[in-house]
């Protein structure tokens, strides 16, 4: 049974800026009990809000109302099977993704999906929010790679997507069977991938790992001037380093200045604050000041066999891009260790911009060459609606997929400021649009975004969503409020 303090904390997100009300947490053990619990909630139309890992930056998995119940998944962390052979690993939905990766690694595979939040995001929140992550460009999406599902739907049917259990006797328990192949009629797995349970409860997940645990792995962070020259630095990437290149992750000075100089941030320790280079000239501003860093940070990874070979490809990589002024300067890691310092500056990004202050995240999808424009775009209209208030402007993300990740944050205040929410939004979403961008890149919808749903996406399409959504809850329990548009 679980006290106030711990349900209040099923009702508060990683961000803190949603809080629900819900009473009643439940946490099954296996999927015939989640069958049980839908099957009832069905009859009784009461609403259920599926969580995770409880990561998530947009209000999916917080309930709306009282009423609601929130069926936690986070007991069901089970790995099931790994086929060696075909490289599928099954396991449960309330797996962390921290511990897949490590039965992956320790199988001498790699899991491709790795997040900032691994240690405390679980597989199935991370299938049903379709997460993208650092080595999407390299390793490709999550519908790309799962391959199995099992999935309970809202009336507690339970759905197999390729995925059959055998029985093999009595002491071994079941055996998992996946094709790779399968063309057996629609794919509707792919409903329930990024569906951020508005349809269903997933229980099981299957994913392939394709590729064998690198070998050797090579980092670079690099300085750049202008836009142009990390476009420029990432097209002598692609050139250079070919089929190893399998991260490239953007930081601009506001946030790299915030993370460097933050004395709770990982750089305070060990040598990651080394791994930063820094302008050196008599114009450059006294230690902590920005000035001293560049406009822009890359860290570039790669994954491969060879690891002699690797090097050379990373430091020939370096090299070209300074000759060809596609860099300013660059830091090479040595070793595994300076490789993980280097991860640790990217990955203290986003807790170190949220302990400044209330900060407002927008995660999109633009053309890589509308970064800075959109960027400063937003940062003229804050400075004419908000010049009353300290506010930093902070940017990084996976500009490899053009993914970008752009935040507001008041410095040294925690609670809303409408005046900024009201600069922001919806001038934001449109902004995105009018560059014909996403205005949710792998963050999913929640309750923060489905209401512009109607601004991307056009009546038929949104029609067809709603019919998907009808056949499949039609008492509408599944995740009340969120994901599609409440008019719809």
């Known amino acids: ?56 930056l947009v209000g999916g998995s917080i309930p709306m109302s009282s009423s609601e119940i929130i069926v936690s998944v986070e007991r069901m962390k089970d790995i099931i099977s790994f086929d060696p052979t075909t490289g599928i690993l099954t396991g449960q939905a309330g797996g962390i993704l921290q511990d897949w990766q490590d039965y992956a690694r320790d199988n001498r595979v790699i899991l491709p999906i790795d997040l900032g939040s691994k240690g405390s995001c679980c597989i199935g929140g991370t299938v049903s929010t379709n997460a993208g992550g650092q080595y999407y460009a390299r390793y ?26 055998t029985d093999k006797d009595s002491n071994s328990g079941c055996t998992v069977f996946c094709n790779l192949k399968d063309n057996t009629g629609y794919d509707l797995k792919h409903l329930f991938i990024g569906a951020e349970g508005s349809l269903g409860i997933i229980t099981k997940v299957a994913l392939w790992c394709s590729s064998s645990y690198p070998q050797s792995r090579c980092a670079v962070i690099c300085a750049c001037t202008s836009l142009e020259q990390v476009q420029k630095c990432l097209y002598l990437a692609r050139q250079t380093l070919g089929e190893t290149l399998s991260a490239f992750e953007f930081m601009d000075r506001s946030v790299t200045h915030l ?33 001293e860093f560049y406009p822009y940070y890359i860290l570039v990874e ?17 090299e070209e891009s300074i000759q060809q002024n596609a860099v300013e300067d660059g830091v090479l890691a040595q070793d595994l260790t300076q490789l993980e310092s280097m991860w640790a500056v990217r ?12 900060t407002y995240k927008y995660d999109v999808s633009l053309p890589i060459s509308d970064f800075e424009d959109f960027a400063n775009d937003l ?97 509408g329990i599944m995740n009340p409020g969120k994901y599609l548009p409440l008019q719809l």
């Open 259 to 291: 993370v460097a100089n933050s004395p709770n941030s990982v750089t305070s320790q060990g040598n990651a604050a080394t791994m930063i280079p820094k302008r050196i000239s008599s114009t450059s501003g006294t230690d902590g000041d920005d000035s």
């Open 347 to 358: 990955e203290s990004c986003n807790p170190t911009v949220a302990s400044h202050g209330y």
């Open 140 to 165: 490709k999406s999550l519908h790309a790679n799962v391959v199995g599902l099992e999935v309970v739907l809202a009336n507690g049917d339970i759905l197999k997507f390729n995925i059959q259990e």
């Open 1 to 56: 049974m679980l006290d106030a303090n711990e349900v209040e904390s099923y009702n508060t997100d990683w961000t803190k800026h949603y809080k629900g009300t819900s009473s009643i947490v439940l946490r099954p053990k296996c999927t015939q009990d989640v069958s049980k619990i839908l099957a009832y909630c069905h009859t009784n139309h009461i609403g259920v809000v599926p969580q995770a890992g409880n990561t998530g």
């Open 379 to 475: 940062r003229r209209r804050l400075d004419s609606k908000c010049s009353s208030l300290d506010i930093a402007i902070t940017n990084w993300g996976h500009i490899m997929d053009g993914n970008l990740h752009f935040n507001v944050t008041t410095l040294g205040k925690f609670d809303m400021e409408p005046k900024v929410l009201e600069a922001l939004e919806p001038y934001i979403f449109e902004s995105v649009i009018r560059r014909g961008g996403s205005i949710s890149a792998e963050h999913g919808l929640g309750q923060a975004k489905n209401k512009y749903l109607p601004k991307v996406h056009g009546a038929s399409t949104l029609a067809l969503m709603k019919t998907i959504k009808q056949v499949m809850d039609p008492h």
């Open 302 to 318: 790669t994954h491969g066999s060879n690891g002699l070979h690797d090097d050379e490809k990373m430091e020939r990589f370096l």
